[in-house]
């Protein structure tokens, strides 16, 4: 399909750094797992988890915009499921961030956990319903959602890391 075959480089990209960054981040995570240091399942729900799901979601979008349709229909469906599931998955963050007791958000927080996720979801769905009038309009809104993701993963992914090797607070009397 000519609307997409322009956009495959780009995909290949978005998708290559999505997926490795998901492989580097359960790398980190294991490494970190040996670090003894209080266990916070809340605040891994609140801000862990979300990195990987937003890393998932640009790897997932670079291959659904790879394979080859017969028209744009199928694709802009499922982008705008995907925005759905986003948008809802934004929602449920937004109360785990508030919920947790770990750590008190900042500005930062709230806006690379739950705005910036939230503004690529909401692009991804606008985008499937302007697909019927705005094909080439609606492909860059897909595209610059998805990279959108990857960025705000990249800073998530750098901020806990940041977090647990310099600011968490470790066991005092580490046992094996």
Same mark, same amino acid.
């Given at each position: 399909?000519?609307? =997409? @075959? #322009?956009?495959?480089?780009?995909?290949?990209?978005?998708?290559? *750094?999505?997926?490795? /960054?998901? &492989? +580097?981040?359960?790398?980190?995570?294991?490494?970190?797992?040996?670090?003894?240091?209080?266990?916070?399942?809340?605040?891994?729900?609140?801000?862990?988890?979300?990195?990987?799901?937003?890393?998932?979601?640009?790897?997932? =979008? @670079? #291959?659904?915009?790879?394979?080859?349709?017969?028209?744009?229909? *199928?694709?802009?469906? /499922?982008? &705008? +499921?995907?925005?759905?599931?986003?948008?809802?998955?934004?929602?449920?963050?937004?109360?785990?961030?508030?919920?947790?007791?770990?750590?008190?958000?900042?500005?930062?927080?709230?806006?690379?956990?739950?705005?910036?996720? =939230? @503004? #690529?979801?909401?692009?991804?769905?606008?985008?499937?319903?302007?697909?019927?009038?705005?094909?080439?309009?609606?492909?860059?809104?897909?595209?610059?959602?998805?990279?959108?993701?990857?960025?705000?993963?990249?800073?998530?992914?750098?901020?806990?890391?940041?977090?647990?090797?310099?600011?968490?607070?470790?066991?005092?009397?580490?046992?094996?």
């Amino acid at each position: 399909m000519p609307e =997409l @075959a #322009a956009w495959d480089s780009f995909y290949v990209i978005v998708g290559s *750094a999505a997926g490795a /960054l998901i &492989g +580097l981040q359960f790398v980190v995570v294991t490494l970190i797992a040996q670090r003894p240091i209080r266990a916070s399942p809340d605040g891994s729900a609140a801000f862990g988890t979300p990195t990987v799901v937003h890393f998932g979601a640009a790897l997932l =979008l @670079a #291959a659904l915009l790879r394979a080859p349709w017969q028209s744009i229909t *199928a694709p802009a469906v /499922l982008w &705008g +499921l995907v925005g759905c599931g986003g948008i809802t998955y934004a929602v449920i963050v937004l109360r785990r961030m508030r919920k947790q007791g770990v750590y008190e958000p900042e500005f930062e927080d709230w806006l690379f956990h739950v705005v910036l996720p =939230l @503004a #690529a979801y909401a692009a991804l769905t606008v985008s499937a319903f302007a697909t019927v009038l705005l094909t080439r309009e609606a492909l860059f809104g897909v595209g610059a959602a998805a990279l959108l993701l990857l960025f705000t993963g990249i800073h998530n992914a750098w901020d806990a890391v940041f977090y647990h090797v310099f600011l968490s607070k470790r066991d005092p009397d580490p046992r094996p």
